[in-house]
C-alpha cells in the first residue's frame, strides 16, 4: 500500500497552543457560571431540557473533551469524501506547522454543546475546504448560504451523548438566523459581551474583545 493512502489523518486544523488553551477553558467556564444564575436563563430553562428541572449547571452539564482546537478538514483516516484532495492542497502543505493568531469572537451554548465562533482572516480561509458548509446542509439547510468559514468554531463541551461535530451546526444556525435578520433577543451586557437569545435555548454572547488564540496548523491521528 503506498504511504500516501494509509498517512492520512483523523482530521487537519488549528491546536491552541497550551497557555491559551487554559486560558479559553477558563473564560469559558466564567461564562457558564455567569450565564446559568441569570434571571433570563432561567426564564428559558425550559427550552434548556426537557426535564422539569429548576436549575441546571452548566458547568457539570458539558463534558470537555481532549485538546483544543478548529477543525478545518474532518478526513477520517482517507475515508472521508475529499481528505485527500485536501491533504494535497499546496497552501495545507506550505502552511503545515505553522502558528497562526486565530480570532475567537464569539462563545455559544446550546442544549447540545458549548463552543467559540472563530472569525477567519482571508489567510487562514486559504486553509479551508470549499465545501465545509455545503455538507452541512442536510443538518442545517441555509449552510449552503452562509459564507465560507462560517462552520469554524473550538468545541468547548458537549452534552452527555453528543457527538462534537454538533458543535458546527449549531453555530451555523445560529448564524443563518442572523443571516435571515433575527438579531436575538438583546438580553443583557456582560464583562465580556453582550448577551442575545436565539429562542430553543441557543444563546450568543458577542466578546467585546475577541480573544487571540495562537494555535499550530497541523493534524490528529487519534
Ligand atoms: O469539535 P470538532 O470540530 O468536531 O472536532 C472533532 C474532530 O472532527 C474529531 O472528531 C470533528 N468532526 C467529526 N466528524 C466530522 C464531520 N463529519 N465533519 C466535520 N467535522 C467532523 C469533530
Known amino acids: 500500500v503506498p504511504l500516501e ?10 491546536f491552541l497552543l497550551p497557555g491559551i488553551q487554559d486560558k479559553v477553558r477558563c473564560t469559558s467556564m466564567d461564562f457558564l457560571k455567569t450565564l446559568d444564575t441569570l434571571e433570563a436563563f432561567k426564564k428559558h430553562l425550559p427550552d434548556f431540557t426537557v426535564e422539569a428541572e429548576k436549575e441546571v449547571d452548566l458547568e457539570q452539564y458539558f ?15 482517507g475515508k472521508a469524501e475529499g481528505a485527500k ?17 486565530l480570532s475567537l469572537s464569539a462563545l455559544f451554548v446550546t442544549p447540545r454543546t458549548v463552543g467559540a465562533r472563530v472569525s477567519l482572516s482571508e489567510d487562514q480561509l486559504t486553509l479551508w475546504p470549499a465545501d465545509a458548509e455545503k455538507e452541512a446542509v442536510s443538518v442545517v439547510p441555509a ?10 468554531h473550538v468545541t468547548l463541551g ?36 453582550s448577551l442575545a437569545y436565539y429562542g430553543k435555548g441557543r444563546w450568543l454572547l458577542s466578546l467585546r474583545e475577541p480573544v487571540s488564540a495562537q494555535a499550530c496548523f497541523s493534524s490528529l491521528y487519534g
Not at 449552510?143 to 462552520?151: D, I, N, V
Open 5 to 14: 493512502e494509509t498517512s492520512l489523518p483523523l482530521f487537519f486544523g488549528w
Open 63 to 77: 463534558q470537555a473533551n481532549g485538546a483544543l482546537h478548529c477543525t478545518t478538514k474532518f478526513c477520517d483516516y
Open 85 to 101: 484532495e485536501y491533504a494535497d492542497k499546496p497552501a495545507v502543505e506550505e502552511l503545515y506547522g505553522s502558528v497562526f493568531e
Open 143 to 152: 449552510a449552503a448560504t452562509l459564507p465560507a468559514g462560517s462552520r469554524a
Open 158 to 193: 458537549c452534552a452527555e451523548g453528543v457527538e462534537p461535530q454538533q458543535t458546527g451546526f449549531d453555530l451555523l444556525e445560529i448564524l443563518a438566523l442572523q443571516q435571515e435578520g433575527q438579531e436575538g433577543e438583546l438580553v443583557e451586557e456582560m464583562e465580556l459581551g
